[in-house]
């Protein structure tokens, strides 16, 4: 909420609140009261590019994306249940095939010793011999079994990531995957390590295992300044695919709920980056105006000036022009 004493010009004459939401500045004016509308418009710069930042990437109606959701979480727990039986009998034929190996040694080993055999009595080594075909007989059937039964939950799986990327595409299917690593990894104690396992693994290039491990950070200490920084971290996870949206939200979270993160500096920079990309020059410069006002003694603060140089620089040229 804005405050009492903050308000947007709307007389005739004045600029238009889109205008001033949009980081353009107020015309000139007489008096001192144009220098007032500039001392509101400041702060009402910085409250819009946090507002933007704060913008979710996309919209979704919630009740068709509620439902997508739930159909994938079935789909997600039913992959799950599959593939702990895959696993399950794959142990179990894992288990079966030393037996079979240790009855074709023995016999083997009866057939060798046939001749010290034939001193006892036939009867006997009859017994015994098709007692051992008969354990290798069932071990095969079982062998048999467990290598059907895997084929069938194969296929099952197979057919249940084909509905997934259906239902959502390649990238959910991806999304799956990694969700599946991120299960089956060993995660830290220590909230330190986690985070740095995180970032590890997304500087390795594994972008959507990252997410999942800043996602579950994110849950696990919801309240630690730290995750001011993952925020960060899984806003780069997204720049780096030029995902500029998606990194922006993620970046204004660091910037609104955790100022004092020490990513805090770099959100900006990396926001101004966004900016640009989104051909959105104004805010791309508030951005690093921001950053100046708001740790000017930060080495990001120093990058800041240099750009802002730099855009001045370019721009130069160009007003000579227009003269």
């Known amino acids: 909420m804005l405050p009492s004493d903050w308000s947007f010009p709307s007389r005739s004459g004045d600029q238009p609140a889109g205008q001033a939401l949009a980081g353009a500045p107020p015309g000139r004016e007489k008096s001192g009261r144009a220098g007032r509308l500039r001392l509101r418009w400041r702060p009402m710069r910085s409250l819009a590019l946090i507002s933007l930042l704060a913008l979710p990437g996309c919209f979704y109606p919630a009740d068709r994306g509620r439902a997508l959701e739930a159909k994938v979480d079935r789909l997600g727990t039913d992959s799950a249940q599959i593939q702990a039986e895959l696993k399950e009998t794959r142990e179990q034929l894992a288990a079966t095939l030393p037996k079979i190996d240790e009855k074709v040694a023995e016999v083997t080993k009866a057939l060798k010793g046939l001749d ?32 059907h039964k895997i084929t069938e939950l194969e296929t099952a799986l197979a057919a249940q990531d084909q509905k997934l990327v259906s239902m959502q595409g390649e990238a959910a299917l991806k999304e799956a995957e990694a969700k599946k690593k991120a299960e089956e990894l060993k995660r830290p104690t220590d909230k330190k390590e986690f985070l740095a396992l995180a970032k590890a693994k997304a500087k390795a290039g594994d972008v959507l295992l990252a997410r999942q491990l800043y996602n579950e950070f994110m849950k696990k200490w919801a309240k630690d300044p730290l995750v ?54 104004e805010e791309s410069r508030l951005a690093l105006e921001e950053l100046i006002k708001s740790y000017p003694k930060s080495a990001e603060a120093k990058t800041a000036k240099e750009r802002i140089a730099e855009l001045d620089k370019k721009a130069a040229p160009a007003k000579k022009g227009k003269k």
Do not use: N, W
């Not at 055999?117 to 009859?126: S, Y």
């Not at 920084?229 to 204004?252: I, N």
């Not at 004092?260 to 990309?277: G, I, N, T, V």
């Open 228 to 281: 001011g920084d993952a925020h960060f971290g899984l806003g780069e996870t997204y720049f780096s695919e030029s995902k500029c949206r998606e990194a922006l939200f993620e970046y204004g979270k660091v910037l609104q709920d955790f100022p004092k993160a020490e990513s805090a500096p770099e959100s900006y920079l990396r926001s101004s980056d966004c900016f640009a990309q989104l051909k959105m020059k």
């Open 116 to 147: 010290t055999a034939a001193r006892r009595k036939d009867a006997d080594i009859g017994v015994q011999f098709q007692k051992t075909v008969e354990d290798l007989a069932l071990l095969r059937g079982q062998v048999e079994t467990y290598l």
